[in-house]
């Protein structure tokens, strides 16, 4: 797979122009979070039509998740209001007309208005959801801040070594930006798709949190069920 020869030197700034007519490719049961990268195989005509008009232009595109997976098979099924975003960083065009990207998830997006300017694939109006501190800003959140830490510790003690755990304590113990923390944290150990959108469309670092200290407290406790005490 080839990395994207010519990436956008901001992707802040790529992803705020892209909002004004923002490509969505919609998926059931898929929910992308800001902080790391995803793979996608996009196959249907309306989706590599796409693909390929992101690669020819800002190589941005966000994931939204279908409201109900079960209609999945309409032509444009209702969306969950709050979607990923992202930039494609490496891309494979084969040759059946399939493309298989890299999108480095960056930012949490509201889908304002669905757009009608002719494009097969699905296109909105959208709006950049930034991150909201308490008052104090990041000062009062060093306790969940700590104990997430804490967790995702516990979490690569427990896990195999090819499970990338291990590097994920590292890189929680590298970032300083509490939201940031938050996102990669979910990003790679909250699995199921409720808890994944409620982390998502939750903009207040300080409740967003909190949610993932429970659901990565929830896979420890399981992991750790069955398990004597270690030496």
Request: hydrophobic residues 50%; contains cysteine; proline residues 8%.
């Amino acid at each position: 797979m080839a990395a994207g020869s010519d990436p956008p030197r901001s992707p802040g700034s790529a992803l705020a122009r892209a909002c004004a007519a923002l490509k969505v490719f919609p998926l059931p049961g898929v929910v992308l979070l800001p902080g790391g990268p995803t793979s996608f195989h996009l196959f249907e005509p309306r989706y590599r039509a796409l693909a390929a008009a992101a690669l020819a232009g800002d190589r941005v595109m966000a994931v939204a998740t279908l409201a109900d997976a079960g209609r999945a098979g309409e032509e444009r099924p209702p969306l969950l209001p709050v979607a990923g975003a992202g930039v494609i960083v490496a891309e494979q065009a084969n040759e059946d007309g399939t493309y298989d990207l890299v999108l480095q998830a960056a930012a949490r997006v509201r889908l304002v208005e669905e757009l009608e300017r002719g494009a097969p694939y699905r296109e909105f109006r959208a709006e950049l959801l930034e991150d909201a501190y308490p008052a104090g800003g990041a000062a009062p959140l060093q306790a969940d801040l700590e104990a997430i830490g804490q967790l995702v510790f516990e979490l690569a003690g427990l896990l195999p070594a090819e499970s990338g755990a291990g590097r994920l304590a590292e890189a929680v113990s590298r970032l300083r930006d509490p939201g940031a923390i938050a996102d990669l944290v979910a990003a790679a150990a909250v699995s199921e798709p409720g808890p994944r959108y409620r982390i998502l469309e939750t903009a207040a670092v300080a409740e967003r949190l909190g949610l993932v200290k429970e659901e990565v407290a929830g896979v420890v406790l399981l992991l750790s069920q069955g398990r004597g005490p270690r030496a």
